[in-house]
């Protein structure tokens, strides 16, 4: 019963901002750590970032540094991934896992169905 439900894509253009919400259930969240990985048609996943279970620390491909920030309210069970300066590169299906970096590009079959990001003029 464990399920993730990513949201908040959409079309931008170079330059804006986005910000993606998952919201999860089914499983104890406070507990896990939680990731956003991303899929573009032509590529294989690339996980994006991560945050620990406190939301206290978290980690980001270096793609993505200095430009997205992870966050998660626990109170709610919703993680978010706030993008700003996108660019046409970040277009991809963006989805939520969890656990870190390793456990989370290993677990695809409980991304869900993610969520569309486009970037472009």
């Known amino acids: 019963q464990v399920k993730v439900v990513a949201s908040g894509g959409g079309l931008v253009q170079p330059g804006g901002s986005l910000r993606l919400s998952c919201t999860a259930s089914?499983?104890?969240?406070?507990?896990?750590?939680m990731s956003w990985i991303r899929q573009a048609p032509a590529k294989g996943p690339e996980w994006v970032s991560s945050?620990?279970?406190?939301?206290?620390?978290?980690a980001y491909a270096d793609s993505v540094k200095g430009r997205f920030t992870i966050s998660r309210d626990n109170t709610k069970n919703i993680l978010y991934l706030q993008m700003n300066s996108l660019k046409p590169e970040d277009t991809a299906l963006y989805f939520c896992?969890?656990?870190?970096?390793?456990?989370?590009?290993?677990?695809?079959?409980?991304w869900g169905q993610g969520t569309q990001v486009t970037v472009s003029a």
């Open positions: 896992a969890t656990g870190g970096e390793s456990i989370s590009m290993a677990s695809e079959d409980n």
């Open positions: 945050i620990n279970n406190g939301g206290d620390s978290a």
């Open positions: 089914g499983f104890p969240f406070s507990a896990y750590y």
